[in-house]
């Protein structure tokens, strides 16, 4: 079996154009990271260090810092916050854990790389820490960031529930109420009206990333990884999910998206220009409409996701930045503390939906009219359908990607040969061959 330092394979992932994430690129040099915020400096506070790749998550970690500051006077931080380009970032990160020095006290780590920073053991778990907020959570957004040995290291920014997007113009236009549509197969009907009456594709799948496959797979109950954490990418279901994706395309009802990805300046622009049915993404992707897609507000619902058989679990789990505590801080128990009541209390649970638009790990918010009726929130105002109903509805019950092990290793091939081979360039490959072929290029 082949292995390389974890360097390389940060390396390698760098070739990818796109980032699998609940945030995206952001504006900072590729090659410096910047400091771009502290909160309200106290003083005698404990000075922590936290790194970011993602902008948007700057405020809010100075605020969360300021609001434990007022619940915890006898416990202060200054909190000091950095941010740059995300392979740069993960790469420097990378590199200061091997070398032992240099790192921060923690991290939000995108969940692509999650994996080679968990299986070298450069963080540290937080189980104590969350503890306390075991009930009102949504525990899987934690456990995913574990080991087999029932620790966890990390805790995500939102549940990253996988909703469809229509927009209903288009729905309307072809006679098709997104309610009706259940499995895939009556999908795949309603995107023959679509296509039959508008003209336009229903959906469209990435050559860059793999949120649309993953989607799939998962409803299969298979991972990109074995219960070892090894490849496991070359599968009969995978074949399946390829050879289902490629019939679609060959049917005109699914194209491959503009620029490759879900996150590509062409595809949104695309997207804003009604030129597409609909598209299957987590509930973050909320904020890529409201930030990118001006001219469909109130033109976009968003509807439970298809599934293989009619009974299935409606609910998978995509993307995703779980917030570590690196094992170099000479601060642990108050950064595991200050790490656990950000991410998982009312208050930081709260701001990550207000402000980011995140959907709520903590279940009690899906309740709260204040939080799921609130006129003057962005979201709601933009889509035609409340999320937190598809939430309600399907509860707890989820499926998550695995990410331990070489996953890492086989995201990098799969968002850089895998599905871009599979769709656009060896489509008349046979798929299971493809898929052995790619597996026996990840190295890990």
């Known amino acids: 079996m082949k292995r390389k330092l974890m360097a390389g394979i940060l390396a390698s992932a760098m070739t990818m ?4 994430t609940g945030g995206v690129s952001v504006s ?12 309200t400096f106290v003083d005698g506070g404990t000075e922590l260090s936290f790194w970011t790749f993602q902008e948007l998550h700057v405020g809010f970690w100075t605020e969360m810092a300021d609001v434990w500051n007022e619940q915890n006077p006898d416990r202060p931080i200054n909190l ?3 941010t740059g380009e995300s392979h740069s970032l993960h790469s420097k990160l990378l590199i200061a854990c091997q070398a032992g020095e240099g790192a921060p006290d923690m991290a939000d780590i995108e969940i692509g790389y999650y994996g080679s920073f968990l299986k070298d053991g450069y963080l540290l778990p937080i189980n104590d820490a969350v503890e306390p907020y075991k009930d009102d959570i949504v525990m899987s957004r934690v456990e995913m960031y574990g080991d087999k040995e029932g620790n966890y290291y990390g ?4 549940l990253g529930a996988t909703v469809c997007y229509y927009n209903m113009d288009i729905m309307d236009a072809a006679g098709v109420d997104p309610a009706d549509i259940v499995t895939w197969d009556d999908y795949v009907e309603a995107g023959k ?22 989607l799939m797979l998962l ?3 298979v991972q990109y990884v074995d219960e070892e954490g090894n490849p496991n990418i070359a599968t009969q279901e995978h074949a399946d999910v390829i050879d289902y994706i490629r019939e679609m395309i060959d049917l005109g009802i699914c194209e491959i998206a503009p620029g490759g990805g879900y996150h590509m300046e062409e595809w949104y622009g695309h997207l804003n220009n009604g030129d597409v049915a609909s598209v299957a993404l987590p509930l973050w992707y909320m904020g890529r409409f409201t930030d990118y897609c001006p001219d469909l507000a109130g033109k976009m619902g968003i509807y439970e996701i298809p599934v293989w058989n009619e009974g299935d679990t409606r609910e998978v789990l995509q ?3 779980g917030t570590s505590v690196i094992k170099y801080t000479e601060n642990a128990d108050l950064a595991k503390e200050f790490l656990a009541f950000a991410k998982l209390s009312a208050e930081g649970c709260t701001y990550e939906w207000e402000v980011l638009g995140f959907d709520p790990i903590r279940t009690e918010l899906w309740d709260d009219p204040a939080i799921t009726e609130n006129k003057d929130n962005k979201f709601l105002k933009y889509f035609t359908t409340n999320p937190f109903e598809i939430l309600k509805k399907n509860g707890t019950d989820l499926t998550a990607p695995d990410i331990s092990g070489n996953y890492s290793a086989t995201y990098s091939t799969l ?14 490959q046979d798929a299971m061959e493809l898929l052995q072929g790619e597996q026996d290029t990840i190295i890990y």
Request: proline residues 3%.
């Open 80 to 82: 000091t916050v950095t």
């Open 17 to 20: 154009s796109m980032v699998l």
């Open 193 to 214: 009206k679509v296509l039959e009456t508008t003209g336009k594709p229903m959906c469209a799948v990435e050559t860059a990333d793999l949120f649309l496959p993953q």
């Open 28 to 39: 900072a040099s590729a090659d410096d990271a910047s400091t771009q915020g502290t909160n």
């Open 415 to 428: 968002v850089s040969t895998t599905y871009a081979n599979a769709f656009e360039i060896s489509t008349d």
């Open 219 to 221: 409803e299969k109950g």
């Open 155 to 158: 805790a995500d920014f939102h």
């Open 319 to 321: 993307g995703g930045t």
